[in-house]
């Protein structure tokens, strides 16, 4: 071995190892010793990128090291038997890198092969949400002789019964998972969790059934022929969806409460994060009925659709379906009432004449949401079916929601309703700055304005994006017709429970005298 000391400290350094470091003199010759022999070149001027890289793999090996250094070291030359760590040369030069190399000895025989590092190879098990089975009736069969309109019917089927079996696993999954443990944790109480949850465990042995009557009509090659009449005995259960749906909106804003408190959000995102959950939070859940009733419709037509005019369903579809469709705008009629009732509870108003009776008399809601008026405030707009009320969200000394009256509400039958075409200059201070963006120009903007009421000011709006301001023109011009058609025919009601004074006079008269009839006309 040979090493050479300059005032540079500048070494050659080369490793070739056989089983043990060799003990050497200060001469820097080799001892006669039966063991194997170590012959060290070291080299420093290495390129600095190899040098960088062999940097990077000594300190993943010192990590796991069970005799750790605080020492600058330098990597050895790469070698498939030794990677070497060399302090820098000083006297007793030898001895230094006898213990370097000893050191380095040790990492490649005990910690072999290396442990991974717990950081970069742990994955969580959430990562990846479980998948749903996404099998087709066609994979479920080996043979078949059906035509191509018959098997696209069994699919569909097949669609619905897989669809019951999931639903009602999801269904099962809310009830284990999140409303028994946190009853139990007392995570919540057990009449929140009822205003939450609602009718849901109602709903399990409902689509139970369903499943098993489907399950019933399948043959011996796993088709299903006549389904209509099963449907048509089954639908009448759906009318369970309206007490459920009613219960939705108080259970969303109450659920959205309770979210603010740490032991229900920390409970909820393990769940959400865990792999059953398929990164749903809860309210996923919860709203999976809904979901799977306005798909029932969907899937009666596409069964109509590919069933042949000879098929027993010809008939008994169309029944089922209208049946079905009647069901559907009941629980959307009554949800929308429910809807109406629970925001009207929640406006607060700041005086006495923003109580209207149109308010009051709305029975549901065409459509509400967030807009911007034009000083760039953000404000929760509800268009009710007699009224457009505007308010600004906030919160009661509960943490419950609650919506400040803004200005004075609108009669819709007196609304004056005005688009804005986008690019159009904001001139005039009608639009400020926050409101234009500061380049003077506006978009998504329309302006409503009420007739005959002073103190109701006109009130330019702007929506997030055109197609929100779209939904918003549209009904908002169909809230209008509609009021002024129900104001007018209510007149004209009116006005014959009040009829001509001469008219009544007429209808009071006996027929059996043309004599009386012509005093009471003279008269």
């Keep these: 071995m040979e090493v050479e000391e300059t005032g540079k400290t500048r070494t050659t350094c080369a490793a070739t190892l056989e089983t043990h470091s060799v003990p050497c003199d200060h001469a820097g010759k080799r001892k006669q010793d039966p063991e194997p022999v170590v012959t060290i070149i070291v080299d420093e001027e290495e390129d600095e990128e190899d040098e960088k890289d062999e940097g990077e793999m000594m300190s993943d090996h010192i990590r796991y090291s069970e005799e750790p250094s605080n020492k600058r070291v330098k990597p050895v030359v790469k ?13 007793p030069a030898l001895k230094r890198i006898g213990q370097s190399i000893s050191r380095s000895i040790s990492f490649r025989t005990e910690a072999r092969p290396l442990p991974p590092a717990p950081l970069r190879s742990r994955t969580k098990a959430s990562s990846y949400p479980r998948r749903r089975n996404s099998q087709c009736w066609s994979d479920t069969v080996e043979s078949h002789d059906l035509t191509a309109k018959e098997i696209k019917r069994q699919e569909v089927i097949y669609e619905l019964t897989q669809g019951e079996r999931q639903f009602i696993e999801d269904l099962s999954l809310v009830k284990k998972v999140y409303y028994e443990p946190m009853l139990k944790l007392d995570i919540m109480t057990e009449n929140e969790l009822g205003q939450i949850f609602g009718t849901l465990d109602s709903l399990i042995p409902l689509h139970q059934d369903l499943l098993s009557r489907l399950e019933r009509l399948k043959g011996s090659e796993k088709t299903i022929g006549q389904v209509g009449p099963t449907l048509m005995n089954w639908f009448p259960c759906l009318e369970a969806y309206v007490t459920y749906c009613c219960n939705q909106v108080g259970a969303k804003a109450l659920l959205d409460q309770k979210k603010h408190e740490k032991r229900v959000e920390h409970f909820l995102r393990l ?15 919860l709203d999976l009925p809904r979901s799977r009733l306005v798909k029932y419709p969907l899937l009666l037509k596409e069964i109509q659709k590919c069933t042949p005019p000879e098929h027993p369903d010809e008939d008994t579809l169309p029944d089922a379906l209208e049946l079905l469709h009647s069901i559907v705008a009941e629980v959307n ?7 109406c009732q629970f925001y009207r509870r929640c406006l607060a108003y700041l005086e006495e004449s923003q109580r209207l009776q149109e ?101 330019s709006l702007q929506a997030n994006e055109s197609f929100s301001k779209q939904q918003w023109i549209t ?43 012509a005093d009471h006309t003279c008269r």
């Design 79 to 91: 070698s498939n038997s030794l990677t070497g760590v060399i302090t820098p040369v000083k006297t």
């Design 271 to 285: 769940c959400q994060e865990s792999s059953f959950s398929r990164k749903l939070d809860l309210w996923n859940f």
């Design 333 to 339: 009629k009554k949800t929308g009432e429910a809807e």
């Design 359 to 459: 308010i009051q008399l709305s029975r549901f809601l065409y459509c509400h949401g967030e807009l911007k008026n034009n000083k760039g405030q953000r404000l929760h707009v509800f268009l009710f079916e007699l009224a457009l009320v505007l308010t600004r969200p906030g919160e009661d000394r509960e943490g419950g929601q609650v919506f400040h009256v803004y200005r004075q509400p609108l009669p819709n039958a007196l609304i004056n309703l005005e688009e804005i075409p986008d690019g159009e200059a904001g001139g005039g201070g009608t639009f400020r700055g926050a409101f234009t963006g500061g380049n003077d120009k506006v978009k998504n903007c329309f302006r409503v304005s009420s007739r005959g009421r002073s103190k109701a000011h006109p009130y």
């Design 475 to 517: 009904c908002l011009r169909q809230a209008i017709v509609q009021s002024r058609d129900g104001t007018a025919q209510t007149s004209q009601s009116q006005r014959s429970l009040h009829p001509d004074p001469a008219l009544y006079h007429i209808a009071q008269l006996s027929l059996s005298s043309d004599t009386e009839m």
